[in-house]
């Protein structure tokens, strides 16, 4: 099966490690993901920090190229870059003049056909009935799965589980065997593009949600976010002294969590590539539950 | 809402957002909810439902003190206050707008100075190759900061776990990428 794809720039860059999990867990289940040719960087919170129309015509471009390539579906696991599409595609299916001139300066015709998921409806739709069949191991843990800001706001144009207290991520790793912690800082800001610019404040966002997830308990934390996970991976030492404390939970990418559980290979997953050392194992051996679970039946027949 | 002034133009600064983000700040009743789930208000000179009052004021001096605020540039664009608010008055397509306002007047806070460099950092690296070019843009914005020491220790690291590419990837039709620079930012600039 060939589904559309977009990497983005932190894929192909500092967060290499979700790209190389996201093709592992493809290639295991059969999918063979096409990137959009020549693509461009969808312009993130700098494009639409700065000037609008740019902030839409960066991602038009890409959208339309797919198209053109005859792409219908297009993965986008970065959630930045998501975020980025949906808003485009949102804005020009309600403003027919704003549509007519993005077409006009990319000069291209995009037509707005196409079906963006991220990586939580990549997973939902095409790996987890599948998941059964080949999972290895069951990640035995108690994890706190993290969504961060774009991956489900604003509803209005993603439409994506719950703003509040979403429950996607919590489904895909409880399939996965995991104990899939309550807490309180599922969806508030890790300080995103201020990583360079503002650290101080990312060491106080990023280093509240470390700390509750902490307090309660949880072995991992589960994110589907590049910037995220540079934040709370990399940024450690600003999280640690904003917290007081060191702190050595590891962050990893729910393509990564599914990885483990299929028994890929750790450094084809690159999870050597992180600050925060992954030092979670000895999973339990995974079996396949039969059909026949329920004893008295069993005397029954 | 009664659109019946609508016949008016409105030169406020609510009204310009009324107009170009389609955005009504007379829905607004003050409930302060944008301010309490805000992750930076704490960071803000003024929070984002006082800021939103403010602009319902009309007044210009109110109107100036937003365009020169911190406020709009520390905004994270997290969404949290939308997803709050319950008369739905969109407050990241606000901040944009008045972003994008205070750099055309020239009015953007000085503290704001290295995130806007950033951003300009961010967006030359796409122009030049299509694609963000992330050595480049940190070796960039710490030039433009005259901050050099300041992440220069995560560099290393970064490379050795293979996060950091040396050379820039650069897309084949980068003219396309040129012209679209040209017609929207570059040409509001001049």
């Known amino acids: 099966m060939k589904l559309g794809f977009y990497p983005g720039c932190s894929l192909e860059g500092a967060s290499r490690e979700y790209n190389e999990s996201v093709m592992a867990i493809a290639e295991e289940m059969g999918i063979e993901l096409v990137s959009i040719p020549d693509w461009n960087c969808c312009g993130a919170t700098a494009a639409h920090n700065m000037d609008k129309e740019l902030s839409l015509s960066l991602p038009a471009r890409n959208l339309a190229l797919a198209e053109e390539a005859g792409l219908t579906e297009l993965v986008v696991p970065c959630a930045a870059c998501y975020s980025r599409f949906c808003a485009t595609q949102h804005e020009l299916k309600h403003d027919e003049n704003l549509h007519k001139k993005i077409n006009g300066i990319i000069e291209k015709e995009y037509k707005g056909n196409l079906r963006i998921l991220n990586v939580i409806q990549f997973i939902e739709e095409f790996i987890i009935d599948k998941l059964e069949d080949k999972m290895k191991f069951e990640i035995n843990k108690k994890v706190a799965c993290y969504y961060g800001c774009l991956l489900v706001r604003p509803n209005k144009v993603l439409n994506f589980d719950r703003t509040e207290d979403p429950q996607t991520m919590d489904a895909v790793m409880k399939k996965l065997g995991a104990d899939s912690i309550d807490w309180a800082f599922k969806t508030e800001c890790c300080g995103a593009g201020f990583s360079v610019s503002f650290t101080e404040t990312v060491g106080r966002l990023s280093g509240q949600i470390i700390e509750d997830a902490v307090h309660r308990g949880a072995e991992a934390m589960i994110v589907a976010c590049p910037m995220c996970h540079s934040n709370l991976d990399m940024r450690r030492p600003e999280i640690d002294k904003y917290n007081k404390k060191k702190s050595d939970m590891p962050i990893i990418y729910i393509t990564q969590a599914i990885g483990l559980a299929l028994g890929i290979d750790r450094k084809k997953l690159g999870l050597q590539r992180h600050f925060v050392p992954v030092k979670l194992n000895d999973f339990k051996p995974y079996t396949k539950k039969t059909e026949v679970e329920n004893p008295q039946k069993m005397e029954v027949e | ?190």
């Open chain 2, 1 to 190: 809402m009664s659109d019946s002034h609508n016949h008016l133009i409105d030169n406020s600064l609510s009204g310009k957002i009324k107009q170009n983000v389609g955005v009504s700040l007379a829905r607004c009743y003050q409930c302060g909810k944008c301010s309490a789930g805000c992750p930076v208000s704490s960071d803000m000179d003024f929070p984002p439902s006082l800021l939103i009052r403010k602009l319902q004021t009309g007044l210009p001096e109110h109107e100036e003190e937003v365009l020169r605020s911190k406020s709009i540039w520390y905004c994270l664009t997290c969404e949290m206050c939308i997803s709050r608010c319950p008369m739905e008055v969109d407050i990241p397509p606000m901040m944009d707008y008045l972003r994008s306002e205070s750099l055309r007047l020239h009015k953007a806070n000085p503290a704001a100075k290295n995130i806007i460099k950033f951003h300009k950092a961010f967006l030359d690296s796409i122009e030049q190759t299509g694609r963000l070019y992330e050595m480049g843009l940190i070796v960039d914005y710490k030039a433009r900061a005259l901050n050099l020491i300041q992440d220069v220790a995560l560099a290393p690291s970064m490379f050795a776990k293979g996060k950091l590419k040396i050379m820039p990837e650069l897309i084949k039709n980068r003219k396309n990428i040129k012209q679209i620079f040209k017609k929207t930012i570059n040409k509001k600039q001049k």
